[in-house]
Each structure stands twice: as structure tokens, then as C-alpha cells.
């Protein structure tokens, strides 16, 4: 099982997946599989809350993308959803 760590996070990759860096988003894939997860991080000198998560992804947000802002280790943390072009 590979890894992949950037910017103070870390993310263990399964069997045969992938990681790329490019235009300053890491992305995720199977080579064989229809998708990628694409990781955006962000760190403050502060708490980041909800209030700043949404403040991000207001753009996408705005267009219709559903979002859900959950707590996890003390950390506010906001799962966006959005298809453009059929593509989810």
C-alpha cells in the first residue's frame, strides 16, 4: 500500500492506485478506474470553521454543488459534491 503526504496531511493509497501533483492539487486514481479524487487542503493560524470552509468553495457552492460540514479530531471538515458536463 502505497502513500501519499503533502502539507501536514497523509493519505494511505490501495492496491494499484495512483497520485499525481499537478497545478498545486494532488490527485488520486485506479489507471484502470472512470474517476480521480482531487484533495484540496487549507491551514490558518486559527481554528478553521465552517464559516471559512464554505468561504472556500463559495464558487462551487454558489453553482449548486451540495455540501456537508462535519467535526473530526477537533477540525471542521466540508465534503463538496458537484458534476459539471456529466462528469460528477
Known amino acids: 500500500m502505497g502513500k501519499y503526504t503533502e502539507n501536514g496531511w497523509e493519505i494511505s493509497l490501495a492496491e494499484n492506485w495512483q497520485s499525481e501533483f499537478e497545478e498545486g492539487l494532488p490527485t488520486i486514481y485506479h489507471p484502470d478506474g472512470y474517476g480521480a479524487i482531487q484533495i484540496n487542503s487549507f491551514s490558518k493560524d486559527n481554528v478553521v470553521n465552517e464559516d471559512d470552509l464554505i468561504d472556500l468553495a463559495n464558487d462551487h457552492i454558489e453553482a449548486g454543488a451540495k455540501y456537508k460540514?462535519?467535526?473530526?479530531?477537533?477540525?471542521?471538515?466540508?465534503?463538496?459534491?458537484?458534476?459539471?458536463?456529466?462528469?460528477?
Not at 81 to 86: L, T
Open 69 to 88: 460540514v462535519y467535526e473530526q479530531n477537533d477540525s471542521s471538515v466540508l465534503t463538496l459534491a458537484f458534476g459539471h458536463e456529466d462528469i460528477f
